[in-house]
Nanobody, 126 residues
Framework: DVQLQASGGGLVQAGGSLRLSCAASGFTFDDYAIGWFRQAPGKEREGVSCISLTDRGTYYAASVKGRFTISIDYAKSTVYLQMNSLKPEDTAVYYC???????????????????WGRGTQVTVSS
């Protein structure tokens, strides 16, 4: 079974950093992409970042580009999201999700993703 487990959320002051982890199992890693999404109260889920496990291409939402970095540790089957210069508007529940890379048309569209892990709360205080 495909399993994705997100962790690393917490409370941080504006300007601070957090690193989220997404531990993945149950699928052929190289065929997939892992995306990070977030959902704030009263708002729709939005794509934050994506990494192709096939070619290591990375993709970012404009709102986080230059502040967030997605990376992968193949040995640990874990994808990380390093979040720097955090802002109060980054507050949300963050989810990781997976999809077959060859089937993705829009890397940050949540509807493209098949498997989802439980979210981890990120709260940025001003």
């Amino acid at each position: 079974d495909v399993q994705l487990q997100a962790s690393g959320g917490g409370l941080v002051q504006a300007g601070g950093s957090l690193r989220l982890s997404c531990a993945a199992s149950g699928f052929t890693f190289d065929d997939y992409a892992i995306g990070w999404f977030r959902q704030a109260p009263g708002k729709e889920r939005e794509g934050v970042s994506c990494i192709s496990l096939t070619d290591r291409g990375t993709y970012y939402a404009a709102s986080v580009k230059g502040r967030f970095t997605i990376s992968i540790d193949y040995a640990k089957s874990t994808v990380y999201l390093q979040m720097n210069s955090l802002k109060p508007e980054d507050t949300a529940v963050y989810y990781c999700a997976s999809a077959l890379w060859e089937e993705i048309n829009s890397e940050l569209n949540s509807y493209e993703y098949d498997y989802w892990g439980r979210g981890t709360q990120v709260t940025v205080s001003s």
